[in-house]
């Protein structure tokens, strides 16, 4: 669980980073960076639906594992930019890349007993590139990283919308 909300609090970093950088990115643009920080783990949905099971029903083989790879976060980022109006799909489509990337990023710094990470480019390559070996997906000190440059992050943002004279985020 570590794991998990140390990517949230990655995605809502990056994207308030964002919205301090760029006038046009505003709190739900935040939110769109943090979902795509979260969108390669929707693989973990195979702890509900077992891919045995979605075999059965759908008469293939089937796995949820593609999930995590580049392609399957650009399905992904693509399938997410279809549910934003049209004329934000393109900046959807970027935030929750910024999103994926930073999750596979943090990814691919964790320990693994071979020392390789996982297979990020499959099914383009069979490449595995080495572990970052920084730390395990249940150690709880990235999650207090991350946490405290959320801290750091939110403080700053808010100093400048009062500095601003502006109660509202930056959009």
Do not use: N
């Amino acid at each position: 669980m570590p794991d998990v909300l140390t990517h949230v609090l990655a995605g809502y970093v990056i994207g308030t980073l964002l919205s301090i950088r760029y006038d046009g990115v505003g709190p739900a643009h935040v939110t769109l960076v943090m979902i795509g920080a979260l969108s390669p783990d929707f693989a973990k949905i195979q702890l509900f639906v077992p891919d045995e099971f979605v075999a059965a029903v759908v008469g293939v083989p089937f796995s949820w594992s593609p999930l995590h790879t580049l392609v399957g976060t650009v399905i992904v980022a693509c399938l997410g930019a279809l549910l934003v109006a049209p004329d934000g799909r393109l900046q959807a489509l970027a935030l929750i890349a910024i999103g994926a990337l930073s999750h596979h990023v943090l990814d691919l710094l964790l320990m693994t007993p071979t020392g390789e990470s996982y297979g990020v480019f499959w099914p383009l390559l069979e490449y595995r590139l080495p572990a970052g070996s920084l730390y395990l997906s249940s150690d709880r000190w990235p999650a207090l990283v991350a946490g405290l440059a959320a801290l750091v992050v939110w403080a700053v943002a808010r100093h400048r919308r009062e500095r601003d004279g502006d109660g509202h985020a930056l959009e």
